[in-house]
T-cell receptor, first 113, second 112 residues
Framework: DQQVKQNSPSLSVQEGRISILNCDYTNSMFDYFLWYKKYPAEGPTFLISISSIKDKNEDGRFTVFLNKSAKHLSLHIVPSQPGDSAVYFCAASGDNYGQNFVFGPGTRLSVLP | DSGVTQTPKHLITATGQRVTLRCSPRSGDLSVYWYQQSLDQGLQFLIQYYNGEERAKGNILERFSAQQFPDLHSELNLSSLELGDSALYFC???????????FGEGSRLTVL
């Protein structure tokens, strides 16, 4: 049973436009969410996080939105750049989940020049 | 550079063999996690250690074991290897088991 879902395996966006990556979760005990970016042959790198007490967190071109009632979060990248082409993982954690992080399957973003 | 070091980067071995993957966490980080990524799949949590003690266990096979040593480095032992164990194995660390995970570059295991 996948507790963190990323239903779009891939996404293509034109350079300069907005990229929107979506993530859904099923466990209401999750209270902390993170996005990671992964390039080929490298480990995932942290991008941005959000706590369940917030509904939005912004860092430069990256904004994460959290809708707790829908158990949904999204990552917006504006404007998208070719260097953003990577696999993006959504991850969730919660105190009642043993300080564990559960990752989604990832979405491969391609930003076309 | 995340500060997490994993060795070896690549490993090729045969079925039935045993290998050990090593991880040195970031300086000062007490918590170490191991994840497995198979063929473009997501990151599957294997096991977590905190200051030498096992803290959480995921979908780790009985043929796999891990430990965290007093100097906080960790080793993941994989035995009786099967073709399906071919994967990228990532180690990650955090200061206290919450917050951002810092990942190493991974160890790519190929079982022939």
């Amino acid at each position: 049973d996948q507790q963190v879902k990323q239903n779009s395996p891939s996404l293509s966006v034109q350079e300069g436009r907005i990229s929107i990556l979506n993530c859904d979760y099923t466990n209401s005990m999750f209270d902390y969410f993170l996005w990671y970016k992964k390039y080929p042959a490298e480990g995932p790198t942290f991008l941005i996080s959000i706590s369940s007490i917030k509904d939005k967190n912004e860092d430069g071109r990256f904004t994460v939105f959290l809708n707790k009632s829908a158990k949904h979060l999204s990552l917006h990248i504006v404007p998208s750049q070719p260097g953003d082409s990577a696999v993006y993982f959504c991850a969730a954690s919660g105190d009642n989940y043993g300080q564990n992080f559960v990752f989604g399957p990832g979405t491969r973003l391609s930003v076309l020049p | 550079d995340s500060g997490v070091t994993q060795t070896p980067k690549h490993l090729i071995t045969a079925t039935g063999q045993r290998v050990t993957l090593r991880c040195s966490p970031r300086s000062g980080d007490l918590s170490v996690y191991w994840y497995q990524q198979s063929l473009d799949q997501g990151l599957q949590f294997l096991i977590q250690y905190y200051n030498g003690e096992e803290r959480a266990k995921g979908n780790i096979l009985e043929r796999f074991s891990a430990q965290q040593f007093p100097d906080l480095h960790s080793e993941l032992n994989l035995s009786s290897l099967e073709l399906g164990d071919s994967a990228l194995y990532f180690c990650a660390s955090t200061p206290n088991g919450r917050g951002e995970l810092f990942f190493g570059e991974g160890s790519r295991l190929t079982v022939l």
